[in-house]
């Protein structure tokens, strides 16, 4: 069964400081990784997909498949970055490839 | 353009009451999921949708759950008899297609109290 871990419940750092949440997996077949990011009183929505090898608001993840982690970075973190971050998996190779198995969530606080 | 509508937005009910929620996706997607948030749980996958095909129910915690979608469009989740357990924020989300590489658009949420 396919499963992703977020370690830590909460993270917080000071604005301008380096930050990286991180994110491991589990996984039977060819995984696709994704970072979703809930901001207050603001739905879910997707930050960034590590198929598309995207930086979104400075934002970075590489899918590191010996680790099997997908690690969320930021070399400057700012204060808007305050949110709660999922990392979520999707398994294309298998039956279940349809759903997306989500982490429990980091919130993250960058502090003034 | 309209994104993912949910109502209601809050629901408190009493314990061993039905209660049901909605869920309108956005216009012209054809896959349908809904989740359950709970304090500390992260996202519980329920149930998905996708066209006329059978629906993926491999989520629902028991059969007091239960969720359609008519027409393709509008869906229904129902909980029968609610337990205080299942106080959560219950998320849909729509996407245009069930494929993998499809990102899901998320709805607001409603947030069931059960007292």
């Known amino acids: 069964a396919q499963r992703v871990t977020q370690p830590e419940k909460l993270l917080s750092v000071f604005k301008g400081a380096p930050v990286e949440l991180k994110c491991n997996y589990s996984y039977s077949g060819s995984p696709e990784l994704f970072w979703y990011v809930q901001y207050s009183r603001q739905r879910l929505q997707l930050l960034l997909r590590?198929?598309s090898r995207e930086s979104i608001k400075g934002f970075t993840a590489d899918l590191n498949k010996g680790e099997t982690s997908f690690h969320l970075k930021k070399p400057f973190a700012q204060e808007e970055d305050s949110a709660m971050y999922y990392c979520a998996l999707r398994d294309i190779s298998s039956g279940s490839a349809r759903q997306l198995t989500f982490g429990s969530g980091t919130q993250l606080t960058v502090l003034p | 353009g309209a994104g993912v509508s949910q109502s209601p937005s809050n629901k408190v009910t009493e314990k061993g009451k039905d209660v049901e929620l909605r869920c309108d996706p956005i216009s012209g997607h054809t896959a349908l999921y809904w989740y359950r948030q709970s304090l500390g749980q992260g996202l519980e996958f329920l149930i998905y949708f996708q066209g006329n095909s059978a629906p993926d129910k491999s989520g629902l915690p028991s059969d007091r759950f239960s969720a359609e979608r008519t027409g393709g469009s509008v869906s229904t989740l129902t909980i029968q008899r609610t337990q205080q357990e299942d106080s959560a924020v219950y998320l849909c989300?729509?996407?245009?297609?069930?494929?993998?590489?499809?990102?899901?658009?998320f709805g607001n949420g409603t947030r069931l109290t059960v007292t």
């Open positions: 989300a729509s996407s245009p297609r069930g494929s993998y590489n499809s990102p899901l658009h």
């Open positions: 590590h198929i």
